[in-house]
Antibody, heavy 122, light 108 residues
Framework: QVELVESGGGVVQPGRSLRLSCVAS????????MNWVRQAPGKGLEWLAVISFDGRDKFYADSVKGRFVISRDKSKDTLFLQMNSLRSDDTAVYYC???????????????WGQGTLVAVSS | EILITQAPVTLSVSPGESATLSCRAN??????LAWYQQKPGQAPRLLIY???TRATDIPARFSGSGSGTEFTLTISSLQSEDFAIYYCQYYSDWPPSFTFGPGTKVDI
């Protein structure tokens, strides 16, 4: 059974950094591309970043390029999102999501975590 | 830039009725379109990919159609658990990027 569990959210001041984690289980983590998606309160979904199954390729939405960094640790079956220079409009629930096909990067997301809330506020 | 719109914003239907949701783009998406369902307090769930292929364990009452710039999600014989927000998503080929529509809320 595929499971993705995010953690690391919380309240953070503007300008500070935060690192989110997503622990995967129930599948071969190192075989799938992985993504981060966020959802501001009462708003729609926004894709943020994708990392290839082997970690070599990383792509970002323009809204976070240069501030956020996606990475993965295959030894720990864990996906990360390093978020720097946080702003109030980064306040959202952050989801990790698995790409639907082995080794694929540019395909939709068939499994999602439950999300972790990040609130950027002074 | 790919821009996606969804219509209507809200769709009010009764259990047992069918619902037709629209997703439109300002340029061709070919068939690289997915549909997701999201219930309050839950993560999204993949329903349809490649415009018309049902994801694993998705009931047959969900069907997708379309290509290019116009797509449709049809839910036949709505059940109580189908009341939710539905998002369409374009997934580009290379470099990968993903664009969600604003969503359609299906309520009673």
């Amino acid at each position: 059974q595929v499971e993705l569990v995010e953690s690391g959210g919380g309240v953070v001041q503007p300008g500070r950094s935060l690192r989110l984690s997503c622990v995967a289980s129930g599948f071969s983590f190192s075989s799938y591309g992985m993504n981060w998606v966020r959802q501001a309160p009462g708003k729609g979904l926004e894709w943020l970043a994708v990392i290839s199954f082997d970690g070599r390729d990383k792509f970002y939405a323009d809204s976070v390029k240069g501030r956020f960094v996606i990475s993965r640790d295959k030894s720990k079956d864990t996906l990360f999102l390093q978020m720097n220079s946080l702003r109030s409009d980064d306040t959202a629930v952050y989801y990790c999501a698995r790409t639907a096909v082995v080794s694929a990067t540019a395909l939709p997301f068939d499994s999602w975590g439950q999300g972790t809330l990040v609130a950027v506020s002074s | 830039e790919i821009l996606i719109t969804q219509a209507p914003v809200t769709l009010s239907v009764s259990p047992g009725e069918s619902a037709t949701l629209s997703c439109r783009a300002n340029q061709s998406l070919r068939s690289r379109l997915a549909w997701y369902q999201q219930k309050p307090g839950q993560a999204p769930r993949l329903l349809i990919y490649a415009a018309s292929t049902r994801a694993t364990d998705i009931p047959a009452r969900f069907s997708g159609s379309g290509s290019g710039t116009e797509f449709t999600l049809t839910i036949s014989s709505l059940q109580s658990e189908d009341f939710a927000i539905y998002y369409c998503q374009y997934y580009s080929d290379w470099p990968p990027s993903f664009t969600f529509g604003p969503g359609t809320k299906v309520d009673i």
